[in-house]
């Protein structure tokens, strides 16, 4: 009687988000079995938003958190790139810089002493300056002081169409993706705030909530201007010709998934600090719930007490921005046992 091998997969990824997919598409590349399940389907949830905004942390105060950012950041345009060319789906990236206005000449001291920063922890890879706002065209966030910081390191992609794209990506690379199954080989939790929430009650500890955004997205079609941070909003341009406004951030709410009376203030908000899209359409209202951990780092290695299971969680708003290097780590950990995790980001540093 013939005897067949009934596990058909290396790796299970439970939650099909940015963090999920980008560690199937990973370790997909690296010839695994890979199998995505999702109650909710792809892109659902946090995943499936639409502001993108890619930015990092200012150059001072240097640390692995930051350190780690910075690398997956520059990795990213060859990961998206990566994923368009396998799976055919359009990610929306584009490294095309940012522009903050400088509120006070207190505000201007620091950016011109963050500059310096930047020159050393960045070297040549990306630039922080301030430089003069009437330089820079009408596509400029109104400045008290007349200067803006103008960084190239921050980049854009839409959200949405990104992790379509990586589930696109795993499926061309003989991965499947459903909405349900049985765990099979190694298991990797990217569930989002189930399971934060899920992971708090296994080991009794509170590790991470959910906060709710919420965004607008606007038929307004800047080509490839940079996007703008403002007054604690950030407008996005897209390569589809909109451009998202957001977002909220909400610790306390009644409905995970429904616009309410704060994205009203947060549009009433972006027309007085951006008069240029005061006149602009209103394509789209979102709202969803992010996963913060505790630690407010992402969440990752092995599930404690439960071998053979991983955590890949917390990406709250800093998600896509730290994925590729979040792929990369964890495939490292999932396929071959190497622990490359960043100090800060294990789940035993939330206890």
């Known amino acids: 009687m013939a005897i067949f091998d009934v596990t058909a997969f290396d790796v299970t ?29 792809v892109a659902v949830g946090a995943s499936g938003g639409i502001v993108g905004a890619l930015a990092p942390h200012v150059p001072e105060n240097w640390n692995p958190k930051k350190a780690f950012q910075l690398s997956s950041l520059l990795m990213a345009e060859n990961f998206w790139s990566d994923v368009a060319e396998t799976g055919g789906g359009a990610p929306g990236y584009g490294r095309l810089g940012r522009l903050q206005p400088i509120a006070d000449e207190h505000q201007l001291a620091l950016a011109r002493g963050r500059a310096e920063g930047a020159r050393a922890l960045w070297q040549d890879n990306a630039s922080w300056e301030v430089v003069r706002a009437e330089d820079l065209g009408a596509w400029v966030p109104p400045s008290p002081t007349g200067w803006v910081i103008r960084d190239t390191l921050s980049a854009r992609l ?42 708090s009650e296994d080991l009794g500890k509170p590790l991470g909530n959910g906060v709710k955004g919420q965004a607008l997205l606007l038929d307004l ?29 909400e610790r306390t709410y009644e409905v995970a998934d429904e616009v309410d009376a704060a994205l009203d203030a947060l549009w009433e908000k972006a027309r007085e600090v951006l008069p240029a899209v005061r006149d602009a359409q ?20 092995v599930w404690p007490g439960r071998r053979g299971h991983y955590v890949a969680n917390g990406g709250f708003k800093i998600g896509f921005g730290m994925a590729p290097k979040v792929a990369e780590v964890m495939a490292d950990l999932v396929l071959e046992g190497r622990d490359r995790i960043t100090d800060g980001f294990r789940v035993e540093d939330s206890f």
Request: overall charge positive; some cysteine; glycine content about 14%.
């Open 158 to 199: 839409h959200p949405r169409k990104a992790t379509q794209a990586l589930a696109a990506a795993v499926l061309a690379l003989g991965g499947e993706i459903s909405n349900e199954g049985l765990d099979q080989g190694a298991v990797v939790w990217a569930s989002g705030v189930a399971g934060l929430s899920a992971l």
């Open 282 to 301: 209103i394509l789209e209202r979102w709202a969803g719930v992010r996963p913060r951990a505790r630690s407010r780092a992402p969440m990752l290695g």
């Open 221 to 249: 079609d800047l080509g490839q201007a940079p996007q703008l941070f403002a007054e604690t909003l950030h407008f996005v341009p897209h390569v589809d010709g909109t451009l998202a406004v957001g977002s909220t951030s």
């Open 13 to 41: 990824v439970r939650g099909a988000g940015v963090f999920g997919l980008s560690v199937a598409f990973a370790c997909a590349k690296r010839g695994a079995r890979v199998q995505v399940i999702d109650p909710n389907g």
